[in-house]
């Protein structure tokens, strides 16, 4: 399964971006796709993530401001995220669990401005 991931940017704060990850090769089977971030000197910490039942996690510090969706025919996640504060600064990473094993997308930086 490869991962390609775009949209990532820099934006000033109360911004919005759009990020979105396809996943491609042996990709039938997908049973949850995501989203991690990684800030400098600290941990990745998933910020969302869908099932294919469509059931969603969010980090309670995006909840309200950010949104996950998918389309299965293009096995493809988006995440789109309002109300962008400098804190949400990092490199994001699309993630995807497929019978049973993890991959991680290349990371995109996210850089929002006071």
């Known amino acids: 399964v490869q991962l390609v991931e775009s949209g990532g940017g820099l934006v000033q704060a109360g911004g919005s971006l759009r990020l979105s990850c396809t996943a491609s090769g042996s990709s039938s089977s997908i049973n949850a796709m995501g989203w991690y971030r990684q800030a400098p000197g600290k941990q990745r910490d998933l910020v969302a993530r869908i099932f294919m039942s469509g059931s969603t996690n969010y980090a309670d510090s995006v909840k309200g401001r950010f949104t996950i969706s998918r389309d299965n025919a293009k096995n493809t996640v988006y995440l789109q995220m309002n109300s962008l504060e400098p804190e949400d600064t990092a490199v994001y990473y699309c993630?995807?669990?497929?019978?049973?094993?993890?991959?991680w997308g290349q990371g995109t930086q996210i850089t929002v401005s006071a």
């Open positions: 993630n995807v669990l497929h019978l049973g094993r993890v991959y």
